[in-house]
Every structure is written in structure tokens, then in C-alpha cells.
């Protein structure tokens, strides 16, 4: 197992940034990075321009374009975070490597406290690519997979007449509200938070946020009925559904930007 993981990182190495995806893979990474690089201390900034030579929201879907390739496929379990009925993270399948949350850590571990000197230069720009795509995807609320299903199969949408299941709404969440709008503008809308409510947002290990939002999540399933028509949301339907997709994006770029400060401080 551990050469394989070697073989996945080094293979990774290689590969240039690609672009253009969808949704919450798409938009709504670009928006997380984007506030993300707005909160980075100068000394973050500049490892990170060193280590990725571009943007954070350049590689912000990175992950998600390789991840059902070989030698890569065991990247494609690190996109969600899987919470049991007592709310712990379990892995996929119980198997805990296989989770968002435990490589977030892992990788923590490896860089903090000027570790990440001890790496090479490309080791880093891997791990860098990885925090990047998973910290804000254990954020959207598709991502948070409980074990219990509050109905999840039944709560299917319509876009337009169109069926979109729940994983399908919640990726396309940015678009879905504002259709014509740019990530920047996203960005700049949703990055509404004072220091001291960042402060607190970013307080805690990503464990403990993966239980928060495991927690939040559990709202968000009884937003609508199946085979609601979305533009026939009421206002109040509406506003939940802004207010949650706002909030996840945010607190997905403030934490990101907590996590490459702290690694860069050293």
C-alpha cells in the first residue's frame, strides 16, 4: 500500500494543471481558492507562488480531473468526508485512509512546523495541490456522506424540468443561483466575514470541522421535496439555499488559507 501511494504521488508530479470543470469542482473551487489567496499572510503567498509557479485557483480542480486514471484511482476517495451516527469520521467503507479529512491531516502532519523542508520541492507542490482541491470539497454539502441517509435518495430536484439528484444540486449550487456571475464575483460576495468570525470559523483541527459541517449537513436535506421544481423555490426555500452554499464557500477558502498559513509561518 505505502508504494503504491509513492507511485500515485510521484505520478502526480508530472502532470500540468487542467481547467474548465464543473460545478462545485469547478466554480465553486475557483471560489474557495480565490478568497483563500485573498487571506494568505505574505510569507504563505510566497511559498506558494515558489512551490505551484501559478494560482491557487489555477490548480483548484486539479484532483478531480485525474482521479478515475490509472495509477491515480485512489485519489478519487479523497474528495468527501464519511460521518457515522456518532458523528466520527469512518473513512469510505470504514476504511479510514480513504477519506478527505484523514489525508487533509495527514498532509498537515508531514509539512507543519517547517517540515516541509525535509520534502522535496515536488513532494510539496503535490501536497499543495491536494489541500487545495480537498479542504474545500469537504465543505460542500454533498461531500459530508452520512451513514444514516435522511432520505437522500428520494430528494431529487428539478433544473428546468431537467432531474438532478442531490449530489448533482449541490455541485452546481453557484451556478444554479447565479448563473452569469464569474468566480471572482462569487468570491468577492461571499467573502463577508469579519476577522474575529474567521478567527472562530478556522478554529479547531479539520476532524472538527468535518463534524460541524456533518452536523450543519443534516438541514440541508429537507430543503426541498422531491421533484421540486428550483424555480419554483420559495423565497425562504431560496435564501436557506444561498445562505448554505455562501457559508460552505467561504469557510472552505478561510480554512484553507488557516491551513497554508500555519504549514508556511515556520
Not at 502532470?15 to 478568497?35: E, P
Not at 461571499?190 to 463534524?211: A, E
Not at 456533518?214 to 438541514?219: E, T, W
Request: hydrophobic share 35%; aromatic share 12%; charged share 25%.
Amino acid at each position: 500500500m505505502k508504494n503504491r501511494f509513492l507511485i500515485v504521488v510521484l505520478s502526480l508530479v508530472s502532470i500540468l494543471s487542467v481547467q474548465n470543470a464543473k460545478a462545485w469542482g469547478g466554480w465553486g473551487h475557483h471560489i474557495s481558492t480565490f478568497i483563500a489567496e485573498k487571506h494568505l499572510t505574505p510569507e504563505a503567498n510566497e511559498k506558494c507562488q515558489h512551490y505551484l509557479k501559478h494560482s491557487l485557483p489555477h490548480y483548484s480542480s486539479w484532483q478531480d480531473y485525474w482521479r478515475h486514471s490509472d495509477p491515480f484511482k485512489e485519489i478519487s476517495y479523497w474528495h468527501s468526508s464519511y460521518i457515522n451516527k456518532k458523528k466520527k469520521v469512518t473513512g469510505h467503507k470504514n476504511i479510514i485512509t480513504r477519506d478527505a479529512v484523514t489525508q487533509i491531516e495527514r498532509i498537515v502532519k508531514e509539512m507543519e512546523k517547517g517540515k516541509y523542508h525535509n520534502l522535496s520541492d515536488s513532494m510539496v507542490t503535490v501536497n499543495l495541490k491536494l489541500l487545495i482541491h480537498m479542504v474545500p470539497d469537504m465543505h460542500c454539502p454533498s461531500h459530508i456522506v452520512h451513514s444514516k441517509d435522511y432520505g437522500l435518495k428520494s430528494k431529487s430536484l428539478l433544473v428546468k424540468g431537467k432531474k438532478f439528484g442531490r449530489h448533482k444540486v449541490w455541485d452546481s449550487a453557484p451556478m444554479l443561483l447565479h448563473p452569469k456571475w464569474k468566480a471572482d464575483r462569487f468570491a468577492k460576495a461571499y467573502d463577508t466575514y469579519s476577522p474575529k468570525q474567521i478567527k472562530k470559523i478556522c478554529k479547531g483541527t479539520p476532524s472538527k470541522w468535518t463534524v460541524q459541517n456533518g452536523k450543519k449537513m443534516i438541514k440541508t436535506y429537507y430543503f426541498w421535496e422531491r421533484g421540486e421544481e428550483f424555480r419554483n423555490f420559495t423565497p425562504e426555500q431560496r435564501k436557506n439555499f444561498e445562505d448554505i452554499t455562501h457559508e460552505q464557500l467561504a469557510y472552505g477558502g478561510y480554512r484553507l488559507a488557516a491551513i497554508l498559513n500555519e504549514i508556511f509561518k515556520y
